[in-house]
């Protein structure tokens, strides 16, 4: 089930974190915590975990780490060698960089954590899975809509919206799910002109620029 997914979206783990974690399964017991750390950092891994395994009530209240962490357990030490292994010929990498993706998912948690969003972790997984959608892979390729991925993954269906929008409007911010400016946030801080934009996330935020 678990190879299904990735196989039908035509999405690879990053190559740089399923080295790692190759080396990491070598070990005679595997840090399955370190584990967690590479996939919470990958958005298809992240992605098709949650896909196989999904998030149960209050879930991601022990943070994101910990139920990445339930899952890889579960999936075990030859499963997930054995799948990563056979990964060389299936889709393609993300058209947006790890760095990309990765430093958008830490400004949405960190604005997240500031603002008291009570859901964190949420914040970070929109800010990691936003260029997914928009990469040709997935464009070119048969998906659910992003709000039966989202609700297959446990996820609410504001992280769907958030994903579908494409920009915020600061001064009608106020009016929307805080997920939504605090993704749209954290597109701002995390893009190149992001000293222009600091005042913009600020008004979509409420924090003081």
Do not use: K
Not at 125 to 142: D, E, F, V
Not at 155 to 179: K, N, Q, R, T, W
């Amino acid at each position: 089930m678990f190879a299904a997914h990735f196989s039908a979206f035509e999405l690879q783990p990053l190559p740089d974190g399923a080295s790692t974690i190759l080396r990491m399964l070598a070990a005679q017991t595997p840090n399955w915590a370190e584990i967690a750390l590479v996939a919470a950092r990958d958005p298809a891994l992240s992605l098709a975990l949650l896909m196989a395994d999904p998030l149960g009530a209050g879930e991601l209240q022990d943070g994101l780490n910990a139920a990445l962490r339930r899952r890889l357990e579960r999936l075990g030490t030859d499963l997930l060698r054995a799948w990563l292994l056979g990964l060389g010929h299936v889709g393609n990498a993300p058209d947006e960089t790890p760095d990309a993706a990765l430093l958008r998912a830490e400004c949405a948690l960190h604005l997240a954590i500031e603002t008291d969003y009570p859901r964190p972790d949420e914040a970070y997984l929109a800010g990691l899975w936003y260029g997914l959608p928009r990469s040709a892979q997935w464009i070119a390729g048969r998906r659910p809509t992003l709000p039966a991925l989202v609700a297959d993954c446990g996820l609410p269906a504001s992280l769907a919206d958030a994903l579908e929008l494409e920009d915020v409007d600061p001064i009608a911010g106020g009016a929307m799910h805080p997920l939504l400016t605090l993704l749209a946030a954290a597109r701002r801080l995390a893009g190149a002109d992001w000293q222009e934009r600091i005042d913009e996330a600020a008004g979509l935020t409420g924090l003081e620029s």
